[in-house]
Nanobody
């Protein structure tokens, strides 16, 4: 079955960096779109970025554009989210999710399978 496992979260100071990983299994990795989402306490889940695994095309929400970069390693069935210039408002649980479509989207309801999430806390 489809399985997504996030890792790499933690506590970082403002201005710092983290790299999240999303290890995927149970589906043809190269035919899907994988998105990154986050949810802060009391807030709705927010789309952060997505990547088309076939060609590496990406999309970023305005809130993270220029600071976050998504990439993939198809040989390892893994997608990464490099987060630089982190701000306190980036604090949230970060999730990866996948859907069998080549269309880039960061709308949570369009995704079918979700990981368990990893906590990112940006604080001094």
């Amino acid at each position: 079955q489809v399985q997504l496992v996030e890792s790499g979260g933690g506590l970082v100071q403002p201005g710092g960096s983290l790299r999240l990983s999303c290890a995927a299994s149970g589906f043809a990795f190269g035919d899907y779109t994988i998105g990154w989402f986050r949810q802060a306490p009391g807030k709705e889940r927010e789309g952060v970025s997505c990547i088309r695994t076939s060609d590496g095309s990406t999309y970023y929400a305005d809130s993270v554009k220029g600071r976050f970069t998504s990439s993939r390693d198809n040989a390892k069935n893994t997608v990464y989210l490099q987060m630089n210039g982190l701000k306190p408002e980036d604090t949230a649980v970060y999730y990866c999710a996948t859907r069998r479509s080549a269309i880039l989207s960061v709308i949570p309801s369009r995704y079918d399978y979700w990981g368990q999430g990893t906590q990112v806390t940006v604080s001094s």
